[in-house]
């Protein structure tokens, strides 16, 4: 096993870095030891000089197997800079050139082959004649249904363990749910696989989420403030972007779309020009990014809510790579929440799907700071709210908000759970619209009980219910608002709820921003904050559950 001075002197030489970053070195160490491992490591933590530095040293090829060819053809490239003997295998190239490769690996003048998991198998024969020293298996979350970007080739990757049982197995990934973690090390085959897991926390990344109307001016607003910086606008659709792309450039912004559609030239075109700062914005489906290394991006927006919360810390993690504050951005709405149910309904493993759509929807909607949310989630825990959330800015109050529930449930129970939200906040308003007046609506007897709340007040406590789990919305029944099992407990158990109060909040928000502009603006929030903690100790919990839905629902 090479000694620490060894590492250092290769990492320097080859990389040109003074020092390993955190859990680099003890993961090298732990490859040389022969182990298999599972790299758990945010999206440009490191991950790729675990097995590129052990490569340089160790006495045979070591096999990357990576899902994207211009993944593998950027990592390639760079290796090749670096002075690094590197190449990669796939469906793009003749077979001369090929062939070539097949010689210079029996030859062994390739230290790091990169192989699409599609074109193992072209490799079978050589493989038997060669010294396979490490097995690479990068963005292994492809191999597990379970995560956000799932490949069905990587399945097959189990048998290289069985076919080379005594090569160690790196695999790496930037998901790190427990589940996707065990299918990971099961389908791998390396179930003893030692795990790394590095923290996730990306303080540099300022957190925010509005509501999802008026998107574009907002998306406008926000680009006006950062004339020169560079981000990316993910949406949900193909259309999206390109409806995004033309209204940017009407407004006179340097911005580009990126989708599966557009042809491979043409991708590549705005991938070098995003790298290479010629494009300022590019607005894409999740096919862009993975794997681009590009250090300066200033900010993320999310035009559309993400299916999931890796997806979406993976490409909120895209921005601020060199440590530099930047901000992201996430449009919430409702109808795209709709969208992503019916996207789950029909592909596979629906209900993990769902399952996960939801914690993304409660992240959105959560009242609580949103980064412990989001490392709870990979299972790391931080003490103190961020401070650089929007929740965290902002926090809100919360009121005592039975009477509004008992409004809300007691209408869906008198129209018989027929209608949909918006029709519910028609009827608690009186409105007079042709709905609530053909179908009698006025006669019921809740009908105009909540007139003193504004409409949009009104769709925020009910989505705030949904949350908490008083109500529900069938989405096969043209997602009429039904009771459900705790509903019971408001309607007859008088039982109690807390309710983010939004005219309150608003104020609050109100206040705050016209201290900010005063230039005063942490008295405010320092004192909530202040109140918080004192709350927090007087009961002896963490801070963070005061506020949290969690706590709400006991
Ligand atoms: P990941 O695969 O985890 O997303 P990469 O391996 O692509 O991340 O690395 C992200 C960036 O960090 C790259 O620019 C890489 O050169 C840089 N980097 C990696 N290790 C070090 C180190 N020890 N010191 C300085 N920079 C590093
Ligand atoms: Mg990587």
Known sequence: MPDP?????????????????????????????????????????????????????????????????????DQVDGLLANGIQAAFINSSQTENEQQDIYTKISSKEIKLLYIAPESLSFLDAVLSQIEVSLIAIDEAHCISSWGHDFRPAYTQLGYLKNRFPKTPVIALTATADKATRQDICNQLNIIDAKQHLASFDRANLSLEVRPGNKRIEQIIDFLKDKPNDCGIIYCLSRKTTEMLVEKLKSQGFNAEAYHAGIDHHKRSQVQEGFINDTVQIVCATVAFGMGIDKSNVRWVIHYNLPKNIEGYYQEIGRAGRDGLPSSTLLFHSYADVVQLQKFANTSGNQEVQLAK??????????????????????????????????????PPLFIDGTIIAQKALSTVARIKEQEPMGTVIDILRGAQNTTTLDKGYQNVKTYGIGKDIAWKDWQQYIIQLINQGYLEIAFHQNNKLKLTTLSKKILFDSEKISLAHLQEFEKIKQANIEQIDKGVAPTLFEKLRQLRLELAKEADIPAYQIFSDATLKE
Do not use: W
Not at 10 to 37: A, C, H, M, W
Not at 49 to 69: D, E, H, W
Not at 371 to 385: A, H, N, P, Q, V
């Open 5 to 73: 001075q060894q590492l250092l002197h290769t990492l320097k030489e080859y990389f040109g870095y003074d020092s390993f970053r955190p859990l680099q070195e003890k993961i090298i160490d732990s490859v040389f030891s022969g182990n298999d491992n599972l790299v758990i490591m945010p999206t440009g933590g490191g991950k790729s000089i675990c097995f590129q530095l052990p490569a340089l040293l160790l006495p045979g090829v070591t096999l990357v197997i990576s899902p994207l060819i211009a993944l593998m053809k």
């Open 357 to 394: 759509l939801d914690r993304m929807k409660q992240y959105a909607d959560s009242l609580s700071c949103r980064r412990k949310i989001l490392l709870s989630y990979f299972g790391e825990l931080i003490e103190e709210d961020c401070g650089n959330c929007d929740v965290c800015k902002n």
